[in-house]
């Protein structure tokens, strides 16, 4: 059955990959984002394929307006079957002991309290329907600090913690939850973790052939249509020079 699936973060990357892996699974999609005029294209080309696509602009960090827009979505959008919490952010690979607080502030207000609002928006309205799936993009940066790593390693494992917890929360629903967990992806997430530094960033995936958006998406399409009675709790996907956050064979 087709389900209707919001993305946060979808005009780049992982979100990218999932809205268009699950167009093609032709399901209806709710994309959202903060840049305009990307999200605008982006749902013009999934139309163009056949896609039923609404999107919504907002900045997850924005509680108020997150929950205002989802409350004016059409009632017929309202009932999300699959809630992807993909919006979030890197900034900086400084020791902790240097970092820049302002930096710290914004992955913890998006990677973990953006994920937050999110849930609580849309969870209460799968609860009630006794049906639904969240999926969570962690990161093996949740499973181990790796250096430089430390406050967005903290911002993975609380999502680690918070799937768990909301798995734990919901578990005498049909309601089901998963912590997909990437290690190397090729996206923009290291130029905007490098403030822009395209040079350093495309070091990151050197002598390596790293995961895509796609790769990621396959899963979480995966997960999303796997039997009813399967919870697929958490998945680990690495790209296969990658043995761990901090073992990465090159050539
Ligand atoms: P990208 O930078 O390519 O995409 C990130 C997306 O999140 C963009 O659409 C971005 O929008 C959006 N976003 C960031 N901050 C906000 C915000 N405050 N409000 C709304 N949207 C926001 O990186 P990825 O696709 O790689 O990252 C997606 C997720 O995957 C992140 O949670 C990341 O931590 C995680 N991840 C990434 C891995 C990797 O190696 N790339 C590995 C493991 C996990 P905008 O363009 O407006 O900033
Ligand atoms: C992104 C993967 O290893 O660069 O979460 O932190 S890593």
Request: hydrophobic share 40%; aromatic share 4%; with cysteine.
């Amino acid at each position: 059955m087709n389900k209707t699936v919001l993305i946060t973060g979808a005009t780049s990357g992982i979100g990218l990959g999932c809205a268009r892996r699950f167009a093609r699974n032709g399901d209806r999609l709710i994309l959202t984002g903060r840049n305009e005029e990307r999200l605008s294209e982006i749902c013009m080309e999934l139309k163009d394929e056949g896609a039923e696509v609404v999107m919504l602009v907002f900045d997850v960090r924005d509680r108020e307006e997150a929950r205002r827009l989802l409350a004016e979505l059409p009632e017929e959008w309202r009932k999300v079957d699959v809630l992807v919490n993909n919006a979030g952010l890197a900034l900086g690979l400084e020791p902790e002991q240097v970092g820049n607080p302002d930096d710290w502030d914004t992955m913890i207000d998006t990677n973990i309290k953006g994920l937050l609002t999110m849930t609580r928006l849309v969870v209460p309205g799968m609860v009630e329907r006794n049906r639904g799936h969240v999926i969570n993009i962690g990161s093996i940066a949740g499973d181990a600090a790796y250096a430089g790593g430390n406050v967005y390693c903290a911002t993975k494992a609380a999502v680690k913690a918070i799937t768990d917890g909301l798995r734990i929360d919901v578990a005498d629903t049909a309601v089901r939850v998963t912590n997909l967990k990437p290690g190397l992806v090729e996206t923009n997430f290291s130029n905007v973790r490098f403030h822009g530094d395209t040079d350093r960033a495309a070091k990151v995936y050197e002598g390596i052939k790293p995961l895509t958006g796609d790769d990621i998406a396959d899963v979480a399409v995966y997960v999303a249509n796997a039997p009813e009675h399967v919870q697929i709790a958490e998945v680990t996907i690495l790209a296969t020079h990658q043995a761990s956050g901090s073992v990465i064979k090159r050539t």
